[in-house]
Each structure stands twice: as C-alpha cells, then as structure tokens.
C-alpha cells in the first residue's frame, strides 16, 4: 500500500501501472462474481429462495448448512480484501470529500447489510433475501463506480 505515501501518484513510474493493473483486477473481479453468483446462488428471488430452501415441486435440494456456510465464509474473506482496498485507493485518488464520504458509506453499508441478511434469510425468514439482493446490488453497482472513478482520476483528472 506505498500509494498512500506517495504525493504525486501520476508522476511516479511504478505505481501508476500497478495501480491501474490493480483497478483493472477489480473489475474483473466483480465481472466475475455477479457470473459466479449467478450460476451458483442466483441474483432473483426465486432463484435465492430455490437455491436456500430448494423446491419440492421441481425436485430441488436446499443448499446444506455446511455449504452455505462455506459460500458465507468465502465471501466475508473476499469482500473485506477487495473493499478495504478499493476504499485505500478510492480515497487517495478521489479529491471530492463529499463523494468519498458517500461512496465509502454506501458500498460498505450495503456490503455488510448483505453479508447480514443472507443468514437471516436462510435462518430465519424469507424475507431478508428481498433486503440481500437489493444489497447485493447497491454494493456492486456503487464499488464497480468506485473502481472506474479511481481509474479516470489516475489516467484523465488534471489533478490528484
């Protein structure tokens, strides 16, 4: 994390590519989650609920607690190394206080409400998967703004 030390950003050799290689990394991460997600756990109601409850009808088996609490585990991991990151690099190269402030608030609230309501669905009720996907949502959407935000201020901005 030596971007943090460093006054010009642009004008540094090394960390302008690692940077940029970094954020590149990102998107590509998210790209492939909501892929992942979609193929493993579903990104609709339905397909959350069929996938945390199964269905009778269809013949579906509900995902084993040990599995769900693997994909849980895994996703904690992931998430906190990605958000941590992405909020190091989004501070240091976003210069509008009230932006970073908005930014940061939202993906991580919303990252840890989903985080929260995926267990209370599959524990409790059915009804927080509604609060999980609408999460799951705001935090890609507000985290990918994030990355390309970083990125036009560290190849385009005038300023840094």
Not at 69 to 83: A, D, G, N, R, S
Request: with cysteine.
């Amino acid at each position: 994390m030596r971007f943090t030390l460093i006054k010009n950003l642009k004008k540094d050799s090394t960390i302008k590519p690692m940077l940029n290689g970094l954020l590149i990394f990102m998107l590509l991460y998210f790209a492939a989650e909501v892929f992942v997600d979609y193929s493993n756990f579903g990104l609709s109601y339905e397909q959350v609920k069929f996938t945390l409850f199964g269905d009778e009808e269809n013949f579906l088996e509900p995902i084993s607690q040990a599995s769900f609490l693997e994909y849980i585990h895994t996703k904690i991991f992931f998430m906190m190394m990605i958000l941590l990151t992405l909020s190091a690099v989004f501070i240091r190269l976003s210069s509008r206080d009230s932006l970073k402030l908005f930014c940061l608030n939202s993906v991580m609230i919303s990252a840890l409400t989903m985080l929260i309501t995926l267990p209370l669905a599959y524990y409790t009720s059915p009804f927080f998967t509604y609060i999980y996907l609408l999460t799951y949502y705001v935090w890609h959407l507000c985290a990918f703004y994030m990355v390309l935000h970083s990125l036009w201020s560290l190849n385009f901005a005038k300023s840094i």
